[in-house]
């Protein structure tokens, strides 16, 4: 069998007790907690590990709004009798905090799967039938895996409503975090 025909050949694993499809706060805290109660668990990530929360929403927002709102302080400290020389904002250093702040948070939920034993499994699940998880594998190839229990943790997806998408200004979060 040439290489092209075994990436697609879909393989069948041992039972896991739970297979969880999505790594955001829903997904990694239930995956955790299926490790901690000492569960054989895997968990399934299409995107980054921490989903929306960690990667462009709740940390990368709170991250670069701080470093707004040192921008406003600090433009406020004569008031306070603080003296600063000019003031500058430098957009390229506030997202290179904001990517380390971002990196330090997947890392740790990287850190939380080993130390928990969570098989993390980089591909696009779909539910194939009772107990099965299929693997569209993000390098290439497939995997189904055969779960007692299966928890669906896909999170959300902005939708642009007609409104919105007639107009060039409307964004959503995950360009807004890579300007
Ligand atoms: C800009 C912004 C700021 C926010 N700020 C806050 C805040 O300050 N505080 C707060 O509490 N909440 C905040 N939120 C909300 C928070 O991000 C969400 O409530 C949270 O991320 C939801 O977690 P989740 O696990 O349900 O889904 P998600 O975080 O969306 O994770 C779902 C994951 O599943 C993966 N996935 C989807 N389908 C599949 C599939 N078929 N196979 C494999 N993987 C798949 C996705 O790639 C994703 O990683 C914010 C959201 C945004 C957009």
């Known amino acids: 069998m ?9 393989v069948s694993e041992s039972v896991y007790d739970v297979v969880i499809i999505g790594s955001g706060p ?26 929306v929360c960690l990667n462009v929403g709740c940390i990368p927002t709170k991250a670069l709004l701080h470093s707004a709102d040192l921008l406003e ?37 990287n ?14 699940g779909t539910l194939a039938g009772r107990g099965q998880v299929h693997v569209k594998l993000n390098d290439g190839g497939e995997r189904t895996l055969a779960a007692k229990q299966i928890i669906v943790a896909t999170g959300a997806r902005p939708r642009p409503s007609p409104a919105s998408s007639s107009t060039a200004r409307a964004c959503s979060h995950p ?5």
């Not at 040439?2 to 879909?10: F, S």
């Not at 799967?113 to 591909?123: C, D, S």
């Open 2 to 10: 040439n290489e092209a025909a075994r990436k697609v050949t879909t």
């Open 26 to 51: 829903g997904g990694y805290v239930a995956a955790v907690r299926a490790g901690q109660l000492g569960m054989r668990a895997a968990i399934v990530e299409s995107g980054a590990m921490g989903g």
């Open 73 to 109: 302080e600090v433009k406020e400290g004569k008031r306070f009798g603080v003296n600063v020389g000019e003031i500058s904002f430098d957009l390229a250093g506030a997202m290179k905090h904001k990517d380390g702040v971002v990196k330090a948070s997947t890392d740790g939920v």
């Open 111 to 124: 850190y939380l799967m080993k130390k928990n034993k969570i098989e993390v499994v980089a591909g696009r």
């Open 175 to 179: 360009p807004i975090c890579s300007i």
